[in-house]
């Protein structure tokens, strides 16, 4: 079982292009999908040097708004929003022969369908310190006791809590996924003086001892999340898995919703099981993250009881979102689409 983040596609990695690319991208007409007012900025500014003519709508793709790839055999999406596989076989029908997702992860769309209908998926590298940044505020925001802090501050309770904080130096910290954003973390985390444990099928020696994920599990004061999600890793941290942890651990997930059973973890919590957990991402999030509900009922449960909880920090998926990270990620969707284009990536 791998549990590394997949490896960003070949015109990713290399972030440039061959002459045989530019003279290609000359006539390259590229669709983007779900621009925010940033990144529709970018796309703009970065489409004349790659010779991309594009076209961007702030909609996600569906099979009602098809007819803007019409044309274009390769077209750029977020991850905010699932494809679904209607879609996919009206984007195949219109033409289009490949898929840039402005994502690591492919979780938000088949892949497999999308191979059978004639579409090729890549991803794209970003800055793997946007996500390793966050993942470290968030470990010393639950160690600290951040959540319930600012609770009581923002009430004008300026005393002390009775539970006081613990430095990262006491701690033995374990890393499942020891990809780009996994090993940014652990290198992090050296200069914190911390025990640093890893899980990964693939191993690179050098980042940190390796061990079983259950002895990870049963070693450690902090699990924080770094593994994709597949058929494999759902719900890798389960029932069974939680209760072979330490007492008053903490969990942090900046990986996807899924990886970990929200039941199972609601349970741990409040029983006293767990110390707290620190969730960018969870099960569910579809439909919410990314919108303004104040106004509107939330109809998850599990995300309405975690975020009542003074020992659970909730980010609405945000992790990535840096300028940087941002950068990163348009340029290389234009070169995966290039790539494609000019024959240098099948996908």
């Known amino acids: 079982m791998g549990y590394s983040e997949p490896a960003p596609t070949a015109a990713s990695r290399t972030g440039s292009l061959t002459s045989s690319s530019a003279s290609v991208a000359e006539t390259t ?54 494809i679904t596989n209607d879609t996919l076989l009206a984007l195949s029908r219109a033409g289009v022969e490949y898929i840039s997702t402005r994502s690591i992860g492919y979780n938000h769309l088949d892949v497999a369908y999308a191979k059978s209908v004639g579409i090729s998926v890549g991803n794209v590298a970003y800055s793997p310190d946007s996500v390793a940044d966050f993942t ?63 899980c990964d099928s693939r191993r690179d020696v050098s980042v940190a001892p390796y061990v079983p994920l259950d002895e ?18 759902h719900h890798l941290i389960n029932a069974q898995r939680i209760a072979g942890m330490k007492d008053g651990a903490f969990i942090i997930n900046t990986g996807r919703g899924p990886l970990i059973d929200t039941e199972a973890l609601l349970a741990a919590l409040e029983s006293g099981r767990l110390g707290g957990a620190a969730l960018d991402v969870i099960e569910g999030e579809e439909g919410i993250f990314y919108t303004d509900r104040r106004n509107n009922p939330i109809e998850s449960k599990a995300l309405l009881r975690l975020q009542e909880m003074p020992n659970v920090l909730i980010s609405p998926h945000t992790a990535y979102y840096t300028d940087h990270a941002l950068s990163d990620t348009v340029e290389n969707s234009l070169i995966n689409c290039v790539s494609f284009a000019s024959g240098e990536q099948r996908g």
């Open 29 to 82: 007409g590229i669709t983007m999908y779900g621009c925010g007012q940033d990144e529709a900025v970018l796309f703009r500014e970065l489409a004349p040097r790659f010779g991309v003519r594009p076209t961007i709508t702030e909609a996600a793709v569906s099979e009602a708004n098809v007819d803007l790839a019409a044309g274009n055999r390769c077209i750029s999406v977020g991850h905010k929003t699932r």
């Open 216 to 233: 990870l599990l049963r070693e450690s004061d902090i699990v924080t999340l770094h593994t994709p999600l597949t058929a494999d890793t």
């Open 136 to 198: 470290l505020m968030m470990m010393l925001m639950a160690v600290r006791h951040a959540k319930a802090m600012v609770r009581r501050t923002d009430a004008h309770d300026y005393r002390l809590s009775d539970t006081r904080g613990r430095e990262l130096r006491d701690l033995t910290v374990g890393v499942v996924g020891t990809g780009r954003i996994g090993s940014a973390v652990i290198d992090r985390l050296a200069g914190f003086r911390c025990r640093v444990l890893a």
